[in-house]
Every structure is written in structure tokens, then in C-alpha cells.
């Protein structure tokens, strides 16, 4: 018998993949949509490192799914002046699908979270945020 927590997540976890599947034309995994949010950080232009870090990835797996970003034509890399070290930049294209992820979360959480209370559905979402911390392989 499966718990009631096991349940919901199993609830929102199909209602982000339809959600995401009727926005998105490129079929993202999670990882590589918040890499992709990463990338634009607001007001920072990180590299491999930087993502990897903020992210909590190894560098290997970041510079794979940077390049699989690269071939979906969702970022490009620049060579920053003065140094040798990448900056990811989205492309237009990367633009627009970060837009449907974000788009398509929210869609999630206004829905399905919409019973709960603005406090209650802030701490439930930092509950299994943190209870999935370092849970399950990196896509």
C-alpha cells in the first residue's frame, strides 16, 4: 500500500510531466531545465564550474548536459575576454523554453497546491525540496 505522501508525489510529479509535455516541443529532464535556469541566473554569467556549484552537480555531468543543451540550440558558449574560462548564454530559442518550464511549474503549483494556504504550500515545498536533496540519480 502506498503511503499518501509516496501518492502526492507521484501526483505532482505526472501533473508537471503533462504540464511540461503539452508546453514544450524539446523534451527537458529536470536537470537539464535547472541547468538551463542557471545559466541565466539573473545578473550572472556562470560557467561550468559556477552551474555545477550553484547546482550541486559534478562538472562532468554539467559539461554533458550543457552540450546537450548547446545541440537543442538552447545556449551557446562565449569565450569571456581576458581569460579562458566559458560563459553560457541563452539563445533566443533557450529563451522561450525557459519560459514554458517556468510557465508549466507554475501551472503545477497553482493547481495542484492551490488547496493549501500560501504558508503551508511554502514550507510543504521546502519540506520536499529538502527530504529530496541528494535522492535518486542525476538525469
Do not use: W
Not at 548536459?65 to 575576454?81: C, M
Not at 492551490?114 to 535522492?135: H, N, P
Request: with cysteine; charged share 25%.
Amino acid at each position: 500500500m502506498k503511503s499518501r505522501l509516496r501518492s502526492l508525489l507521484e501526483h505532482l510529479a505526472n501533473a508537471a510531466k503533462a504540464a511540461e509535455g503539452d508546453a514544450l516541443k524539446i523534451n527537458l529532464t529536470q536537470t537539464q531545465a535547472a541547468v538551463l535556469a542557471a545559466a541565466c541566473a539573473v545578473g550572472r554569467r556562470l560557467g561550468v564550474t559556477g552551474i555545477a556549484d550553484t547546482l550541486g552537480l559534478s562538472q562532468p555531468h554539467t559539461t554533458m548536459t550543457l552540450q546537450k543543451l548547446e545541440d537543442f540550440g538552447l545556449i551557446h558558449r562565449v569565450i569571456r575576454d581576458g581569460d579562458k574560462l566559458q560563459s553560457i548564454v541563452l539563445t533566443r530559442a533557450g529563451v522561450e523554453v525557459l519560459a514554458q518550464v517556468e510557465a508549466a511549474e507554475n501551472y503545477v503549483e497553482d493547481s495542484v497546491l492551490s488547496a493549501l494556504d500560501a504558508e503551508t504550500r511554502e514550507a510543504f515545498v521546502r519540506a520536499v525540496v529538502d527530504a529530496c536533496q541528494g535522492v535518486g540519480p542525476e538525469d
